[in-house]
């Protein structure tokens, strides 16, 4: 079974600065997606940035972006230009490619704390 | 923008009661879940749901959740017999293909309170 990890329960960073988030997974699988999700005090789950496996090249979204290390199986979010509306919880997760249907693990998620 | 929804947005009920929570995903997805979140924890994966079948299902998800969508828009979770340890945020997802590639797009929750 896959298992995502999020080591930062907290993190905080001042507004327009950069903020790193990490995330670590673990799998047998060669192909599969990953996600961050972004869940602000509403609850809702939003998505922000996905990554393919097979992709060598990082997701870039406006001021996300992800590095993603394949052999490392690391997989961490950098919000550059951080702003207030950024202050949310933010959740790794991890699909599989090789089941249709398949279910989306979640790490424990990093609170994100922006300040001005 | 289509959304997916849910409702109600707070159900409080007593232990042991069935409870329905409800769903609309959005209309031209095929594949629905349902994903929990107790309060402080991870958000953990139910069930998925395509072509009126069950495809894939946690260990949490024991005889006493059933899922079901009784008409062409409604996707449904039943709790038979509550108990206290259910309470938690309940998310409906839908998407409109069931690989990897495809966004789940989230529901915004319905607040289970078992008393």
């Known amino acids: 079974a896959q298992t995502v990890t999020q080591s930062q329960p907290e993190m905080s960073v001042q507004e327009a600065e950069t903020v790193t988030l990490s995330c670590t997974y673990d799998?047998?699988?060669?192909?599969?997606?990953l996600f961050w999700y972004k869940q602000p005090p509403s609850r809702q789950m939003i998505l922000v940035i996905r990554q393919e496996a097979y992709k060598q090249q990082n997701a870039t979204e406006n001021r996300f972006s992800v590095n993603f290390q394949k052999a490392a199986k690391s997989f961490s979010l950098k919000i550059s230009d951080s702003q207030l509306g950024d202050a949310a919880m933010y959740f790794c997760?991890?699909?599989?490619?090789?089941?249709?249907?398949?279910?989306?693990?979640f790490g424990e998620g990093t609170q994100l704390t922006v300040n001005p | 923008e289509p959304e997916v929804t849910q409702t109600p947005s707070h159900q409080v009920t007593q232990m042991g009661q069935e409870v329905i929570l409800r769903c609309v995903p959005i209309s031209n997805h095929l594949y629905f879940y349902w994903y929990r979140q107790i309060l402080g924890q991870k958000v953990e994966f139910l069930v998925s749901f395509y072509n009126n079948e069950i495809s894939e299902k946690s260990e949490i998800f024991d005889d006493q959740f059933s899922v079901e969508r009784p008409d062409g828009s409604n996707f449904t979770l039943k709790i038979r017999s509550t108990k206290l340890e259910d309470s938690a945020m309940y998310f409906c997802?839908?998407?409109?293909?069931?690989?990897?590639?495809?966004?789940?797009?989230f529901g915004p929750g319905t607040r289970l309170t078992v008393l």
């Open positions: 997802a839908s998407s409109e293909a069931g690989q990897g590639w495809h966004e789940q797009f």
């Open positions: 997760a991890y699909r599989s490619q090789e089941t249709s249907g398949s279910r989306l693990t």
């Open positions: 799998t047998s699988e060669s192909d599969y997606y």
